[in-house]
């Protein structure tokens, strides 16, 4: 089964990001690897916002890794055309807006890594980096992906 058709049948229809922000893209692809732009937890009409230990729980949070990686996939869909161009995951990198004295940044972003292995199996596994900072507008989760596709 495809990856398009896993995540249909997951119920998640990923349309490709618009590529321009302004001064910045979406993704860059540059030989066989697609570097993306931070991806936020925001889905439909609704965004997660807030610290994390604070303002939202570990589980809100983790939830917000997963919307933040399904962003991930629709800056990847914009140059490349379709997820199926995808060969693997080679590195995540998660950043968590935290509360002072949270420290369980992984745990926060196993809801991408858990997501990216569910969908594209043994491909989706990646190495990652976790960390806790202030993140802009208060956003609960920013994700940076590379990708290795055809």
């Given at each position: 089964m495809s990856y398009e058709a896993k995540l249909q049948e997951m119920g998640y229809i990923i349309e490709p990001a618009p590529l321009h922000l302004g001064k910045l893209?979406?993704?860059?692809?540059?030989?066989?690897?697609?570097?993306?732009?931070?991806?936020?937890?925001?889905?439909?009409?609704?965004?997660?916002?807030?610290?994390?230990g604070k303002d939202l729980t570990l589980e809100q949070a983790y939830e917000a890794a997963k919307w933040s990686a399904l962003n991930a996939l629709r800056?990847?869909?914009?140059?490349?055309?379709?997820?199926?161009?995808?060969v693997r995951f080679v590195k995540v990198l998660g950043m968590v807006n935290v509360s002072e004295g949270f420290n369980?940044?992984?745990a926060v972003i196993n809801g991408c890594s858990?997501?990216?292995?569910?969908?594209?199996?043994?491909?989706?596994?990646?190495?990652?980096?976790?960390?806790?900072?202030?993140?802009?507008?208060?956003?609960a989760v920013e994700i940076e992906v590379i990708a290795e596709v055809r």
């Amino acid at each position: 089964m495809s990856y398009e058709a896993k995540l249909q049948e997951m119920g998640y229809i990923i349309e490709p990001a618009p590529l321009h922000l302004g001064k910045l893209l979406q993704a860059v692809k540059t030989g066989n690897l697609v570097y993306t732009s931070g991806q936020v937890p925001i889905w439909g009409d609704r965004s997660v916002k807030g610290k994390v230990g604070k303002d939202l729980t570990l589980e809100q949070a983790y939830e917000a890794a997963k919307w933040s990686a399904l962003n991930a996939l629709r800056a990847i869909k914009a140059v490349t055309g379709s997820l199926d161009e995808i060969v693997r995951f080679v590195k995540v990198l998660g950043m968590v807006n935290v509360s002072e004295g949270f420290n369980d940044t992984s745990a926060v972003i196993n809801g991408c890594s858990d997501f990216l292995c569910e969908v594209f199996g043994d491909a989706g596994k990646h190495a990652r980096s976790a960390v806790g900072m202030s993140l802009p507008l208060n956003y609960a989760v920013e994700i940076e992906v590379i990708a290795e596709v055809r």
